[in-house]
């Protein structure tokens, strides 16, 4: 059993910064893979960005790859995601999620833990 909550949320403005950081309780947290998902309203759960049991490798959606840098410290049962030139469309609810998803690590249903995810708002 994984327990998950984020943190870092918040409004900024466009082109800011926000670091968000999931924190982990429970055993085993270095062999799962911790991913970000992230929902507006009125859409689908989005994939953001996973990074493996060990650090690496990563994999990042199209839409925030070169702008988001997903990363984890194992010694402190962390992930991060550092989120920069943000724009009006990320605006949504981040959520974190660790599991085993294999090679369908952007597929949402691959993943048994979620925190309750943190908001980010992004004022243009």
């Known amino acids: 059993q994984v327990q998950l909550v984020e943190s870092g949320g918040g409004l900024v403005q466009a082109g800011g910064s926000l670091r968000l950081s999931c924190a982990a309780s429970?055993?085993?947290?270095?062999?799962?893979?911790l991913g970000w998902f992230r929902q507006a309203p009125g859409k689908e759960r989005e994939f953001v960005a996973v990074v493996s049991g060990s650090g690496t490798p990563t994999y990042y959606a199209d839409s925030v790859k070169g702008r988001f840098t997903i990363s984890r410290d194992n010694a402190k049962n962390t992930v991060y995601l550092q989120m920069n030139s943000l724009n009006a469309e990320d605006t949504a609810v981040y959520l974190c999620?660790?599991?085993?998803?294999?090679?369908?690590?952007?597929?949402?249903?691959?993943?048994?833990?979620w925190g309750q995810g943190t908001q980010v708002t992004v004022s243009s």
């Open positions: 999620a660790a599991g085993r998803p294999g090679p369908a690590w952007a597929s949402w249903f691959k993943y048994d833990y």
């Open positions: 429970g055993r085993s947290f270095g062999s799962y893979a």
